[in-house]
T-cell receptor
Protein backbone atom coordinates (compact mmCIF):
# COMPACT_ATOMS: atom_id res chain seq x y z
CA UNK A 1 0.00 0.00 0.00
CA UNK A 2 0.84 3.66 -0.11
CA UNK A 3 3.50 4.78 2.35
CA UNK A 4 4.34 8.28 3.50
CA UNK A 5 7.54 8.89 5.41
CA UNK A 6 7.77 11.92 7.68
CA UNK A 7 10.95 13.12 9.39
CA UNK A 8 11.94 13.92 11.99
CA UNK A 9 9.53 12.18 14.34
CA UNK A 10 10.38 14.64 17.08
CA UNK A 11 12.48 17.76 17.37
CA UNK A 12 13.38 20.24 20.08
CA UNK A 13 14.58 23.66 19.04
CA UNK A 14 15.37 26.97 20.64
CA UNK A 15 13.02 29.89 20.34
CA UNK A 16 13.84 32.01 17.29
CA UNK A 17 15.32 29.22 15.20
CA UNK A 18 13.75 27.51 12.17
CA UNK A 19 12.82 23.88 11.83
CA UNK A 20 12.21 21.90 8.65
CA UNK A 21 9.95 18.86 8.49
CA UNK A 22 10.05 16.53 5.49
CA UNK A 23 7.26 14.45 4.03
CA UNK A 24 7.99 11.88 1.34
CA UNK A 25 5.70 9.58 -0.59
CA UNK A 26 7.72 6.39 -0.97
CA UNK A 27 5.87 4.35 -3.55
CA UNK A 28 3.56 6.75 -5.33
CA UNK A 29 3.54 10.22 -6.75
CA UNK A 30 1.84 12.71 -4.50
CA UNK A 31 -0.03 15.18 -6.63
CA UNK A 32 -1.26 16.99 -3.58
CA UNK A 33 0.05 17.15 -0.04
CA UNK A 34 -1.67 18.43 3.05
CA UNK A 35 -0.13 19.69 6.27
CA UNK A 36 -2.00 19.44 9.55
CA UNK A 37 -1.44 20.56 13.08
CA UNK A 38 -2.87 18.67 16.01
CA UNK A 39 -3.18 19.82 19.61
CA UNK A 40 -3.50 17.28 22.44
CA UNK A 41 -6.83 15.48 22.46
CA UNK A 42 -8.05 17.42 19.46
CA UNK A 43 -8.69 16.56 15.86
CA UNK A 44 -6.47 17.46 12.95
CA UNK A 45 -6.45 21.08 11.84
CA UNK A 46 -5.60 21.61 8.20
CA UNK A 47 -2.91 24.24 7.76
CA UNK A 48 -2.29 24.21 4.03
CA UNK A 49 -2.64 22.30 0.79
CA UNK A 50 0.19 22.12 -1.70
CA UNK A 51 0.32 20.91 -5.26
CA UNK A 52 3.59 19.98 -6.90
CA UNK A 53 5.22 22.98 -8.51
CA UNK A 54 2.65 25.45 -7.20
CA UNK A 55 2.38 27.75 -4.24
CA UNK A 56 0.63 26.32 -1.23
CA UNK A 57 -2.90 27.32 -0.36
CA UNK A 58 -3.15 28.23 3.31
CA UNK A 59 -6.21 27.92 5.49
CA UNK A 60 -7.62 31.03 7.06
CA UNK A 61 -5.65 32.13 10.08
CA UNK A 62 -2.44 30.28 9.18
CA UNK A 63 0.56 32.57 8.78
CA UNK A 64 2.17 31.99 5.40
CA UNK A 65 5.45 33.58 6.41
CA UNK A 66 5.77 31.49 9.53
CA UNK A 67 4.86 28.14 8.00
CA UNK A 68 6.70 27.85 4.69
CA UNK A 69 5.64 24.96 2.52
CA UNK A 70 7.58 23.70 -0.47
CA UNK A 71 6.35 20.96 -2.79
CA UNK A 72 9.19 20.86 -5.28
CA UNK A 73 8.70 17.30 -6.50
CA UNK A 74 5.97 14.70 -6.73
CA UNK A 75 7.46 12.79 -3.81
CA UNK A 76 8.64 15.48 -1.42
CA UNK A 77 7.05 18.31 0.49
CA UNK A 78 8.61 20.27 3.32
CA UNK A 79 7.18 22.42 6.07
CA UNK A 80 9.52 24.98 7.62
CA UNK A 81 8.51 26.63 10.85
CA UNK A 82 10.38 29.92 10.81
CA UNK A 83 11.42 31.85 13.91
CA UNK A 84 9.76 29.27 16.08
CA UNK A 85 8.20 30.24 19.40
CA UNK A 86 6.89 28.10 22.24
CA UNK A 87 3.31 28.52 20.98
CA UNK A 88 4.36 26.74 17.77
CA UNK A 89 4.99 23.59 19.80
CA UNK A 90 2.59 21.00 18.47
CA UNK A 91 2.19 17.75 16.55
CA UNK A 92 2.52 18.28 12.80
CA UNK A 93 1.29 15.66 10.34
CA UNK A 94 1.49 15.50 6.57
CA UNK A 95 -0.79 13.66 4.19
CA UNK A 96 -0.13 12.80 0.58
CA UNK A 97 -2.77 12.37 -2.08
CA UNK A 98 -1.92 10.45 -5.20
CA UNK A 99 -4.08 9.35 -8.07
CA UNK A 100 -4.68 5.85 -6.81
CA UNK A 101 -8.24 6.23 -5.62
CA UNK A 102 -8.61 4.62 -2.25
CA UNK A 103 -4.90 4.92 -1.55
CA UNK A 104 -5.23 8.65 -1.48
CA UNK A 105 -4.88 10.60 1.75
CA UNK A 106 -2.11 8.56 3.31
CA UNK A 107 -0.68 10.11 6.44
CA UNK A 108 2.83 10.38 7.72
CA UNK A 109 3.71 9.35 11.25
CA UNK A 110 3.82 12.92 12.51
CA UNK A 111 6.45 15.23 13.99
CA UNK A 112 6.35 16.44 17.56
CA UNK A 113 7.87 19.90 17.74
CA UNK A 114 8.87 21.39 21.06
CA UNK A 115 10.18 24.94 21.11
CA UNK A 116 12.04 25.94 24.28
CA UNK B 1 -22.80 23.93 13.05
CA UNK B 2 -19.78 21.85 12.15
CA UNK B 3 -19.81 20.01 8.84
CA UNK B 4 -19.00 16.75 10.62
CA UNK B 5 -20.11 15.92 14.13
CA UNK B 6 -18.50 13.16 16.15
CA UNK B 7 -18.84 12.43 19.84
CA UNK B 8 -15.33 12.81 21.33
CA UNK B 9 -16.00 10.31 24.10
CA UNK B 10 -14.06 8.95 25.86
CA UNK B 11 -15.63 5.57 25.40
CA UNK B 12 -14.55 2.77 27.72
CA UNK B 13 -15.56 -0.83 27.05
CA UNK B 14 -14.50 -4.26 28.30
CA UNK B 15 -12.49 -6.57 26.08
CA UNK B 16 -14.70 -8.53 23.71
CA UNK B 17 -17.42 -5.89 23.52
CA UNK B 18 -18.93 -4.59 20.29
CA UNK B 19 -18.05 -0.94 19.80
CA UNK B 20 -20.16 1.47 17.78
CA UNK B 21 -18.67 4.76 16.62
CA UNK B 22 -20.71 7.31 14.72
CA UNK B 23 -20.53 10.53 12.75
CA UNK B 24 -23.16 12.76 11.24
CA UNK B 25 -22.58 15.28 8.52
CA UNK B 26 -24.46 18.14 6.94
CA UNK B 27 -22.93 18.48 3.47
CA UNK B 28 -24.76 16.27 0.96
CA UNK B 29 -21.84 16.71 -1.47
CA UNK B 30 -19.71 14.29 0.55
CA UNK B 31 -19.36 11.07 -1.40
CA UNK B 32 -16.34 9.34 0.12
CA UNK B 33 -16.13 8.30 3.74
CA UNK B 34 -13.22 7.04 5.76
CA UNK B 35 -12.40 5.86 9.22
CA UNK B 36 -8.92 6.39 10.59
CA UNK B 37 -7.36 5.00 13.75
CA UNK B 38 -4.79 7.13 15.52
CA UNK B 39 -2.60 5.91 18.32
CA UNK B 40 -1.10 8.45 20.67
CA UNK B 41 1.67 10.48 19.03
CA UNK B 42 1.27 8.72 15.69
CA UNK B 43 -0.25 9.66 12.36
CA UNK B 44 -3.75 8.45 11.43
CA UNK B 45 -3.97 5.01 9.85
CA UNK B 46 -6.70 4.27 7.32
CA UNK B 47 -9.07 1.56 8.53
CA UNK B 48 -12.04 1.71 6.19
CA UNK B 49 -12.85 3.55 2.98
CA UNK B 50 -16.38 3.57 1.57
CA UNK B 51 -18.12 5.29 -1.27
CA UNK B 52 -21.72 4.21 -1.47
CA UNK B 53 -24.43 3.69 1.09
CA UNK B 54 -24.45 0.29 2.72
CA UNK B 55 -22.08 -1.87 4.69
CA UNK B 56 -18.46 -2.77 4.16
CA UNK B 57 -16.72 -5.38 6.25
CA UNK B 58 -13.03 -5.99 6.87
CA UNK B 59 -12.20 -8.49 9.56
CA UNK B 60 -13.56 -7.25 12.87
CA UNK B 61 -14.47 -3.87 11.40
CA UNK B 62 -17.69 -2.93 9.63
CA UNK B 63 -18.31 0.49 8.14
CA UNK B 64 -21.84 1.62 7.48
CA UNK B 65 -22.96 4.58 5.41
CA UNK B 66 -26.47 5.98 5.24
CA UNK B 67 -26.42 8.91 2.86
CA UNK B 68 -30.13 9.58 3.20
CA UNK B 69 -29.64 10.24 6.91
CA UNK B 70 -26.12 11.68 6.51
CA UNK B 71 -24.88 9.21 9.08
CA UNK B 72 -21.89 6.89 9.12
CA UNK B 73 -20.83 4.26 11.61
CA UNK B 74 -17.91 2.03 12.42
CA UNK B 75 -18.48 -1.19 14.32
CA UNK B 76 -15.68 -3.09 16.00
CA UNK B 77 -16.45 -6.66 16.98
CA UNK B 78 -14.61 -8.58 19.68
CA UNK B 79 -12.76 -5.46 20.74
CA UNK B 80 -9.21 -5.86 21.99
CA UNK B 81 -7.01 -3.71 24.24
CA UNK B 82 -4.92 -3.01 21.12
CA UNK B 83 -7.98 -1.25 19.66
CA UNK B 84 -7.55 1.48 22.28
CA UNK B 85 -6.96 4.59 20.20
CA UNK B 86 -8.70 7.63 18.80
CA UNK B 87 -11.00 6.95 15.85
CA UNK B 88 -11.52 9.72 13.35
CA UNK B 89 -14.18 9.82 10.69
CA UNK B 90 -13.33 11.78 7.56
CA UNK B 91 -15.08 12.56 4.33
CA UNK B 92 -14.80 14.52 1.12
CA UNK B 93 -16.81 15.19 -2.03
CA UNK B 94 -14.34 13.69 -4.46
CA UNK B 95 -11.43 14.83 -6.59
CA UNK B 96 -8.52 16.36 -4.75
CA UNK B 97 -10.57 18.18 -2.16
CA UNK B 98 -9.42 18.32 1.41
CA UNK B 99 -10.69 15.85 3.95
CA UNK B 100 -13.14 17.06 6.55
CA UNK B 101 -12.56 15.35 9.88
CA UNK B 102 -14.74 14.67 12.85
CA UNK B 103 -13.44 15.52 16.31
CA UNK B 104 -12.32 11.94 16.91
CA UNK B 105 -13.61 9.48 19.53
CA UNK B 106 -11.20 8.21 22.14
CA UNK B 107 -11.74 4.52 22.79
CA UNK B 108 -10.32 2.54 25.69
CA UNK B 109 -10.73 -1.24 25.74
CA UNK B 110 -9.85 -2.66 29.13
CA UNK B 111 -8.96 -6.30 29.80
Amino acid sequence: GAVVSQHPSWVICKSGTSVKIECRSLDFQATTMFWYRQFPKQSLMLMATSNEGSKATYEQGVEKDKFLINHASLTLSTLTVTSAHPEDSSFYICSARGDRGRDGYTFGSGTRLTVV
Amino acid sequence: QKEVEQDPGPLSVPEGAIVSLNCTYSNSAFQYFMWYRQYSRKGPELLMYTYSSGNKEDGRFTAQVDKSSKYISLFIRDSQPSDSATYLCAMYPGGYNKLIFGAGTRLAVHP
